[in-house]
């Protein structure tokens, strides 16, 4: 891997080392936010089907149990219907589609993202504090920003959406009401296409 850093005088490899640290850190706790957003909106529609599949069941004992003549009959016959179509699409969508296994990758990237997140605070505190923990820390750095690297290629397989890093930046300089160092704005509304290209906010 090449030097993260111009090798110049120590202060300034110092300085721009934490202004790194404190980038991965921003794009860690971003990514964390989006993924646990993601995961938890999927885990939401899996959980969804499993009370319906247990539902269903329900439903057609009681449509079979019965008399033709209640008032409730029709609507026993709707609701079993309409409960078969959804529980089969859904299910037939998690199965085809391996959301259960997509599911675990979301939830492993998160907790991955927040360590991660942390991993750097602590390195950056302690370039900070430290005058001689530069080497050190400039090592244990270049070794997690390339598995955060490899991980990043690997959400993006997951994630299939073109738009992830700009909401993932969007998302963490709303929350810390930063502005964008592109639009130089704090983002109050994201639009992929007619946003700005590193914040997603909507351009006047």
Not at 19 to 38: C, N, P, V, W, Y
Not at 124 to 150: C, G, M, P, W
Request: hydrophobic share 35%.
């Amino acid at each position: 891997m090449e030097h993260l850093i111009p090798m110049n005088d120590t202060k300034t490899k110092k300085e721009r080392l934490i202004a790194q640290i404190s980038t991965s850190r921003m794009h860690a706790e971003g990514t964390a936010d989006f993924l646990k957003e993601i995961a938890g909106n999927l885990e939401g529609k899996i959980k969804m089907n499993q009370f319906l599949t247990f539902l269903f069941p329900v439903t057609v004992g009681l449509y079979a149990a019965i008399d033709k003549t209640s008032q409730y009959f029709d609507i026993l016959t709707y609701v079993s219907g309409f409960l078969s179509t959804i529980v089969g699409i859904m299910t037939l969508w998690i199965v085809t589609g391996k959301k259960n296994n997509d599911l675990g990758k979301l939830q492993e990237s998160y907790a991955f993202n927040t360590l991660l997140k942390d991993t750097y605070l602590n390195l950056q505190e302690r370039l900070q504090e430290q005058d001689n923990s530069y080497d050190d820390v400039y090592h244990i750095y270049t070794i997690l920003k390339a598995k955060d690297d490899f991980n990043a290629k690997e959400d993006e397989k997951l994630l299939k959406d073109k738009s992830a890093r700009t909401k993932i930046m969007f998302n963490f300089l709303k929350k810390h009401n930063k502005p964008c160092i592109s639009c130089n704005t704090v983002p109050k509304k994201f639009h992929k296409s007619k946003g700005c290209n590193v914040c997603g906010n909507v351009k006047k």
